[in-house]
């Protein structure tokens, strides 16, 4: 009796079992059944004093199969995104504005610090006032700005017009090891007391949402501990908690932030660009850059940095870990790319990652085609959408009317593509004989095929390509 109980038991484990394994199996099979993909726009706007952060939709299929999540932060003038840290790695773009950011590792060394004179009223007369705290980034247009997981950060708007950054964070990277959702835990200010509004697409549901619509993290903790933990009066423990911060989590400061910085000249930023041209992987034996020295930002705007460049068609420009070690802790990589009027990049796909396009400027025609050979995007998409390009789905873009500008961010950081057509292309590295047969045309044909493209990746296009354009479009 005992062994046949036995036998059953162990029999229910594994049938229960392989039923759970199914069920798994079968649901991330089905995140990942993309037979339409779509532009995409935000669906949440969250209101804060000094700006508003927008959201796309975690829980949209396609987010859910590349495993990553896009938020964008509009910040005004003197306006600051309070300090917060993630469980998943971040990249920043910077799409307009400049300011400068810090970035938090407990263990590295206070090595921004001052010792200053303060006027009569500030802390009374004569008083000197040390401060000492971790390095200082300056940002600009155009760069792209690495956050590890886990490291607290924040930003602020030191310029005249709205900044706005584009955030991309990676929820499947191997540094997440709670679930796949990103968290953003905010240790300063209320960030729930910003003012939701619902996109005309719905809401974005659960953590991606949440992370702006509750407490800093000081807030769970109990009162008088948290006085103790500081050694602080209780109503300036009170103060950390932020029950009663009304602004949100971009607030504003109206004498604008005062910080140890170093002056940033012009030079200095010709200097770096030069540094940046030149630097084609890492440097010295690896020893000299270190979590709290390694550089975390890169300018992908700059003409001269272009990786790829063709005067009639555009320009391409890669940011990955042989240009930004730091990349290769993160796992992560992006580029930007600049199409004329009436250019192709060549059709092609990344081999291993996923890519997020995001829009910067104009519009432009893309066409995405999966595993089966259907069309599972054919859409104009414009400034301000997203599209997610799954791994090994092959993508074409065509600038018809207009010059047409996007980031791509990259799950891999060292992220490669191949080209289906052009110099350097699959079809390139056939013989002949192979191409010839393989589609059932002339060697003359297939000799025109293979070489009739001298370009690599940025072709100008004909003008039965736009015509084409024109027509699918009716």
């Known amino acids: 009796m005992g062994a046949s109980w036995l036998c059953f038991s162990l029999s229910f484990l594994l049938v229960l079992h392989g039923t759970f394994a199914q069920q798994r199996y079968q649901q991330q099979q089905g995140q990942c059944q993309l037979n339409r993909l779509n532009p995409m726009e935000p669906t949440v706007r969250i209101q804060a004093e000094a700006g508003v952060t927008e959201l796309w939709d975690k829980n949209n299929q396609q987010f859910q199969?590349?495993?990553?999540?896009?938020?964008?932060?509009?910040?005004?003038?003197?306006?600051?995104?309070?300090?917060?840290?993630?469980?998943?790695?971040?990249?920043?773009?910077?799409?307009?504005?400049?300011?400068?950011?810090?970035?938090?590792?407990?263990?590295?060394?206070?090595?921004?610090?001052?010792?200053?004179?303060?006027?009569?009223?500030?802390?009374?007369?004569?008083?000197?006032?040390?401060?000492?705290?971790?390095?200082?980034?300056?940002?600009?247009?155009?760069?792209?700005?690495?956050f590890p997981a886990g490291a607290a950060h924040w930003a602020y708007n030191e310029g005249n017009e709205e900044l706005v950054l584009v955030c991309f964070?990676?929820?499947?990277?191997?540094?997440?090891?709670?679930?796949?959702?990103?968290?953003?835990?905010?240790?300063?200010?209320?960030?729930?007391?910003?003012?939701?509004?619902?996109?005309?697409?719905?809401?974005?549901?659960?953590?991606?949402?949440?992370?702006?619509?509750?407490?800093?993290?000081?807030?769970?903790?109990?009162?008088?501990?948290?006085?103790?933990?500081?050694?602080?009066?209780?109503?300036?423990?009170?103060?950390?908690q932020g029950e009663e911060d009304q602004r949100g989590h971009i607030v504003n400061i109206d004498q604008g932030l005062r910080v140890v910085r170093p002056p940033f000249s012009q030079e200095q930023e010709e200097r770096e660009e030069r540094q940046e041209q030149g630097q084609y992987g890492p440097r010295a034996n690896g020893i000299e850059e270190t979590i709290c020295s390694a550089k975390l930002r890169q300018n992908i705007d700059n003409p001269a940095r272009a990786d790829v460049y063709n005067p009639q068609a555009g320009r391409f420009t890669t940011v990955n870990s042989l240009t930004l070690p730091i990349l290769s802790f993160l796992r992560l990589s992006a580029a930007k790319g600049v199409l004329y009027r009436n250019s192709i990049m060549a059709p092609l796909w990344w081999t291993n990652a996923h890519s997020v396009i995001y829009v910067t400027r104009g519009e432009a025609r893309i066409q995405i085609v999966d595993h089966r050979g259907q069309a599972v995007l054919d859409d104009r998409v414009r400034q301000g959408q997203v599209v997610i390009v799954p791994q090994n789905f092959a993508v074409v873009k065509h600038a018809e009317n207009e010059i047409f500008e996007w980031v791509v961010f990259n799950t891999n950081d060292n992220a490669m593509i191949n080209t289906?057509?052009?110099?350097?292309?699959?079809?390139?590295?056939?013989?002949?004989?192979?191409?010839?047969?393989?589609?059932?045309?002339?060697?003359?044909?297939?000799?025109?095929?293979?070489?009739?493209?001298?370009?690599?990746?940025?072709?100008?296009s004909s003008g039965r390509t736009s015509q084409y354009g024109r027509v699918a479009a009716a």
């Open 169 to 240: 964070e990676d929820s499947g990277n191997s540094a997440n090891q709670l679930d796949q959702n990103s968290r953003r835990f905010f240790i300063a200010g209320n960030p729930q007391q910003g003012e939701q509004q619902q996109g005309q697409q719905g809401g974005a549901r659960s953590f991606q949402k949440e992370q702006f619509q509750s407490g800093n993290v000081f807030r769970g903790f109990e009162l008088e501990l948290l006085a103790e933990a500081f050694g602080v009066s209780t109503e300036t423990a009170r103060k950390l």
């Open 65 to 146: 199969c590349a495993g990553v999540s896009l938020i964008r932060h509009v910040i005004q003038s003197r306006g600051m995104l309070l300090p917060s840290y993630l469980n998943t790695p971040l990249l920043a773009y910077v799409e307009r504005g400049r300011g400068f950011y810090g970035i938090m590792n407990s263990g590295c060394p206070e090595t921004f610090q001052s010792s200053q004179q303060f006027q009569q009223g500030e802390r009374g007369a004569g008083s000197r006032f040390q401060d000492r705290h971790q390095k200082i980034g300056q940002f600009k247009q155009g760069d792209i700005i690495a």
């Open 420 to 460: 289906l057509s052009g110099r350097t292309s699959a079809i390139r590295g056939l013989p002949v004989d192979v191409i010839a047969n393989s589609y059932q045309i002339s060697r003359e044909e297939a000799r025109r095929l293979k070489f009739n493209r001298e370009e690599t990746l940025l072709f100008t």
